[in-house]
């Protein structure tokens, strides 16, 4: 079983298929088919639980065992993937800055799904914006920045 965000659970389906690993067995990598999608949001997680069936042949794989699982989320046309550094989460917002003519510029934006050390984000950006690595609310709203 594995828990989707609520904004992406309309991108599954049961002909859906996931990949997952599991700590014992680092260098393996296995295959499982979505089967049942629960069809509501459990309402702290703000998540829909979908069930995959493993079909556990080699009997490699053992009750309990926790699995890190990919679920091939189709990815936004408005939405930019940049590495989590890149985005301020203040006590007021959580933003980017964006550079222009030597200025830092703050975007306010939402976090989507993240992977890794990388996070989807939405906001009023463009695919030439050049953004600020290592963001920080002390670079403040209309201060000089050095662009690379």
Known sequence: MVSIPEN???????KSEVSFTVKALPNEKFTAQVKRLA???DEKLRSERLEM???NKDKKLLPH???EVNVPL??????????????????????VIKVVNHKAQWVDAKKGVSSGDMVEV????????QLVKAASDEIRDGSSVKDK
């Open 8 to 14: 992406s659970t309309g991108a599954l389906s049961n």
């Open 39 to 41: 069809g509501a949001l």
């Open 53 to 55: 069936d493993v079909y």
């Open 65 to 67: 065992m926790f699995a």
């Open 74 to 95: 189709p990815g936004n046309d408005s939405t930019f993937i940049v590495p989590k550094t890149a985005v301020v989460t203040s006590t007021e917002k959580v933003f």
């Open 122 to 129: 939405y906001g009023d950006l463009k695919p030439d914006d």
